[in-house]
């Protein structure tokens, strides 16, 4: 797994947002190459502690490799960060010092051609980042209602061209399965006007997402994720999210500020009868952006955007 490169986003800003200590307990749900991990652990010398998850298991193999220099500091489980709850449980903690997620999809994903993420090589379509588990985008493709198919490209993709994009995906079908990720590119340029490609995006962008976001149930998995990190997280504690698209960066906004919010009494009310306080409150009203000289080391972290919450109550 010598191959296998993933690029920490905002590394600075996480580290900076979390301040890890010694003594302290962090999740990292989403390892990657363990770069976010790595730092944390640096950080917490000499005792602090890093949970991490991944559903890719070579990732994870990547994770444990690079991070066997921190001995038992260290503990990894190859699962979707939505578990967190009952992975804390099984090995006793009750609470963390702060936790960091990267939502986006890692650069060895991306270009490893056999894993059908990417649009720009021909390989199977299958888009999971557990290849044990679930069903492909080629089975959603090849399966699904062509109204659920729209439903899934304009709903996790924003793709205004959705309805023509599923109509020739359902109309191809008829004659063979649509198997490998050229295929399918060649429909969706097909159902997009040429006049109306994008200069800066290529034509199956928005649909490859959608795909890649309903095949991993990636937008679930953040809502159920976040909302247990936010039970367990320790009062000072805070919880840094890295998200790449406006539907991950609405749930996690929403989330913080409504973990932020107090009195929710009727306005007009003599007083609080609610009794509602804060628990949290959001460390940035406006999200963190990757700056100059890192966008150009790294183009993918151009569309990163950081949020910070803290454990106040």
């Known amino acids: 797994m010598e191959d296998f490169h993933h690029i920490s986003v905002m590394p600075d800003e996480v580290l900076s947002a979390l301040s890890p200590r010694s003594g302290g307990v962090y999740v990292d749900g989403t390892l990657g190459g363990a770069g976010h991990a ?3 652990l640096a950080a917490s010398a000499p005792d602090g502690m890093l949970i991490g998850f991944d559903r890719d298991a070579e990732a994870i193999a990547v994770a444990s490799q690079r991070l066997a220099p921190f001995g038992d500091r260290a503990r990894l489980f190859q699962r979707n960060f939505a578990s967190i709850a ?3 449980a099984e090995i006793g903690v009750e609470a963390i010092d702060g936790f960091v997620l990267d939502l986006g999809v890692s650069s060895h994903q ?16 299958d888009m999971r980042m557990d290849r044990s588990a679930g069903p492909s985008a080629a089975d ?6 062509e109204e659920e198919l729209f439903r899934i490209i304009s709903q ?3 793709e205004r061209w959705a309805k023509r994009i599923a109509s020739f995906i359902a109309a191809a079908r008829k004659e063979r399965p649509i198997e490998t990720t050229l295929a399918l590119v060649d429909l969706i340029k097909g159902a997009i006007p040429k006049a109306k490609w994008e200069e800066r995006l290529h034509p199956a962008t928005r649909t490859f997402q959608a795909l890649r976001i309903a095949v991993n149930e990636e937008l679930k998995s953040l809502e159920d994720g976040l909302a247990d990190l936010l039970r367990v997280l320790a009062k000072g504690g805070r919880g840094a999210v890295i ?11 929403e989330s913080f500020r409504e973990a932020a919010t107090g009195c929710t009494c009727p306005k007009g009310l003599p007083g609080c009868v609610c009794g509602r306080v804060p628990q949290f409150k959001v460390v940035t009203r406006k999200p963190l952006r990757a700056g100059e000289e890192e966008v150009a080391a790294n183009p993918r972290s151009r569309s990163a955007r950081l949020r910070v919450v803290e454990k106040i109550v």
Do not use: C, Q, W
């Open 140 to 145: 959603l493709v090849n399966t699904l209602a």
């Open 243 to 253: 998200s790449f698209h406006s539907l991950e960066d609405r749930i996690v906004k």
């Open 110 to 125: 991306l270009d490893r051609e056999e894993r059908g993420f990417s649009f720009m090589h021909d390989a199977p379509l």
């Open 38 to 40: 790595g730092l944390i």
């Open 156 to 158: 996790y993709g924003e």
């Open 86 to 88: 009952a992975s804390l």
